[in-house]
């Protein structure tokens, strides 16, 4: 495994300029690294370049994941990372409230390489202080976190800023407010990586959609291959999964079943219903 150390040079200041213009989206294929087949062929997908915020538009798949210390047998962060985006995830953050910051920086260091290697968007939570020295382009705070214009004065205008909400009023409000890139609604199904959080509901994420913000969006919290259809069917977009890649015995074909799962409920949905059609 190569390990990237953090050389405390690169920030947010460093990334290239915020593009504005949607014009300037381009779609390259993705490079796809080597599956368990050898005989398998690549199956380009489409992955979006441009700037972060314009990424943000066509990001489907988000992925938290602790430093994964303890690797049950499975594999250790990078690898863990690497398989991720390899299927298909669009967003990676570390969330591990056990790390120091040095050790959050080196791992983030590193993740960051992966993610750029993929253009995939590495994701900071709760500091700000610490997406700012890792050069992360996206920071994520909840209800309990940093204030959003606290957190915007921290990392500046460039960085994506995330919110976590519970729906309703919530979600609302993060969607009123433009300093808010994304929000999350969940958890939709009670999760042990949230323990203490009451689950929301599908009814909370038809509720949102029904608002149809102009934000994106994603859902949050229980969200596997079996019911991410149900997630898609409520009204949500795009989606958060811990658990659904982490935990998988392989968690490359789990982020690619995701993802075309995903993808399918999608087009089936747009097919179904016009009212999803000027939604975030
Ligand atoms: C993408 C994403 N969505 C939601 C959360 C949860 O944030 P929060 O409610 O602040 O809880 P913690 O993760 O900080 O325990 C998240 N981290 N990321
Ligand atoms: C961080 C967080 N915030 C709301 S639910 C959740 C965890 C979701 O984890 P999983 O996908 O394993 O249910
Ligand atoms: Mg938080």
Redesign the pocket.
Known sequence: MTQSRFDGRRNALSAPPVQGSRALVTLHFRTMAPTSDPTAQPTPSPRPSGSPRERLQDARL?L?TDARRDRRGGLDLLDLVRAALRGGVDIV?L?D?SLDVVEELELLAALRDLTDEHGALL?V??RADVALAAGAAVL??????LPVPVARDLVGEKALL?R?TGGGAQAAAADADPDVDYF?V?PVRSTPT?PG?AAVGLDAVRQVAAGQPTTPW?A?GGVDLQNVRQVVEAGARRV?VVRAVTEAPDPEAAARGLRTALTRALADDAGRTSAGAGQA
């Open positions: 988000y938290c953050q969330r409230r994701a939570n709760d994520h705070t909840g209800q309990r976190d995330g976590s999350c969940g949230k959080r994603f949050i958060v």
